[in-house]
């Protein structure tokens, strides 16, 4: 199977490209990029083969897509047809949910916490907590049935720093980092300490929270590109794993794959 995958964010666009399953590489672009995004796709899918018997030398593969932001994925349907002109899947309405949601407001999920909880699901096989890192965090649970059950929604970093910035008189803007103290000596330190911890905190209090309505210790998987940010300082979780969601819409692919052909 070759596949592109391509998970479009709120301020990035993530690119994995799969070589009969294999994974080549896995590239972060700003979503403004237009030039970058064009080379990183035509980089991928000059190097899948063609069909074979294919009179029209149509290349063997597929671009699925994961989207938050509707106008980045009309721009790169656009990339796509008109460079290599073949269409685009996207999770959700051409390809399905990879798993059971039990929310009041199935539609309207993003389908990338759904399918990273699929793949985190797909490899625990038990009660699973993903928690992604970026311009927001999700901290979302998969009961031990492969239930996806729903979330929390917090503001991000970047948001979070924003929103400090604009809505006082003298408070910096930051980029938050590991602290080198828990407290700071200065306002923009003391700032990336509390943003920095209180997000760690909201972490651990909501996995706690979400083992005591199930009634185990569900394992713990953060992703995201902030998520290596924390990594070290958040012991009470089993594993970081970058580019969950590229992953998962792999997974939602081959499973949809699968189905089909039964």
């Known amino acids: 199977m070759n596949i592109i995958a391509v998970d479009i964010g709120n301020t990035n666009i993530c690119i994995g490209f799969f070589l009969d399953g294999q994974e080549q590489f896995i590239k972060s672009i ?3 990029s237009h030039t970058k995004l064009t080379n990183c796709l035509k980089d991928a899918w000059d190097k899948i083969p063609f069909a074979e018997g294919s009179k029209e030398k149509k290349r063997d593969g597929v671009i699925v897509i994961s989207s938050v932001k509707p106008a980045w994925t009309e721009m ?12 685009v899947y996207i999770i959700g309405k051409d390809i399905p949910l990879p798993m059971t949601l039990w929310v009041d407001e199935p539609d309207k999920i993003g389908t990338d916490r759904v399918i990273s909880a699929a793949a985190a699901y ?8 993903i928690a992604d890192f970026g311009t927001a965090v999700t901290i979302d649970l998969v009961d031990q049935n492969g239930i996806f059950q729903g979330g929390v929604i917090c503001p991000g970093f970047k948001i ?7 809505n006082t008189a003298q408070l910096p803007n930051i980029k938050v980092t590991k602290p080198k103290a828990p407290y700071g000596k200065n306002t923009a330190d003391a700032i990336n300490c509390g943003l920095y ?4 905190g909201a972490l651990e209090e ?5 083992a005591e309505q199930i009634g185990r ?3 713990t998987i953060i992703t995201g590109s902030a998520a290596k940010t924390i990594k070290d300082d958040c012991k009470f979780i089993d594993n970081y794993v970058p580019n969950l969601v590229v992953k998962g819409i792999v997974l939602a692919y081959q499973k949809y794959i699968e189905e089909k052909s039964r």
């Open 217 to 219: 210790w569900p394992q």
């Open 76 to 87: 790169v349907r656009e990339i796509v047809k008109e460079n290599f002109d073949e269409r």
């Open 122 to 129: 797909a490899v625990v096989e038990d009660a699973v907590v």
């Open 160 to 166: 979070s720093a924003q929103a400090l910035k604009e």
């Open 206 to 210: 909501v996995v706690r929270r979400y």
């Open 197 to 200: 911890y209180s997000i760690i």
């Open 30 to 32: 700003p979503g403004q």
